[in-house]
């Protein structure tokens, strides 16, 4: 399985979890008991779903379009009014 590594230099990583946690909305309890899911679990859980929504986006947005020149295609030569 092919792998896609990113490198966050030490000096900045807590920032760069603080700031993706944050963003995504991460909360450090849950109904009062303390999250079990790490600020940095959390972030690489939301950063594969971003990829992943990505691809569906990208993939639901081809096949529209695919879609779309069918039926255009189909009413160009099948509807003919004169």
Do not use: C, W
């Amino acid at each position: 399985m092919a792998q896609i590594a990113l490198n966050i230099p030490d000096a900045i990583l807590t920032r760069v979890i603080n700031g993706f946690a944050n963003y995504y909305h991460y909360q450090s309890t849950i109904d009062g008991e303390a999250n079990p899911e790490t600020k940095a679990q959390f972030s690489k859980r939301m950063l594969v779903e971003y990829i992943k929504n990505a691809v569906v986006a990208s993939e639901v947005q081809d096949a529209a379009n695919a879609a779309a020149t069918i039926a255009n295609e189909a009413a160009t030569n099948d509807i003919v009014i004169t």
